[in-house]
């Protein structure tokens, strides 16, 4: 056996699992970029429409989730069924908070407004 056949690391859960566990947390992920997606729509269609500044705010909420998970399932594929699925579930907490955080922003601020 070689160096680089022996670095090798495999993963400790069988494929079908990881694609089960990722799957079900991408629906949740999916579902924050859905309400994100719509509340830029919506806000977009507003009265008052929305500035440039308000564009990136509103994006973010978008993107972010996609980021985070692509940062949780890298972390967590190759760990045990348990904690891949409790850092994806932190990754959602902190899309979550993120999100609250934004919602209350835009519900606060009259920058985003008016373009």
Not at 24 to 44: C, G, P, S
Not at 67 to 96: D, P
């Amino acid at each position: 056996m070689s160096a680089v056949e022996s670095s090798r690391r495999l993963p400790v859960l069988p494929v079908w699992l990881i694609a089960t566990i990722a799957g079900a947390f991408l629906l949740l992920y999916a579902y924050v970029i859905w309400n994100a997606l719509i509340f830029l729509i919506q806000q977009a269609n507003g009265v008052e429409g929305l500035t440039g500044y308000g564009w990136f705010v509103l994006l973010l909420p978008v993107v972010f989730p996609i980021v985070v998970f692509a940062g949780a399932f890298a972390i967590g594929w190759k760990r045990r069924a348990a904690q891949f699925a409790l850092v994806l579930l932190t990754g959602l907490g902190l899309v979550a908070a993120f999100w609250l955080n934004i919602f209350a922003y835009a519900a606060a601020s009259t920058a985003l407004y008016g373009g």
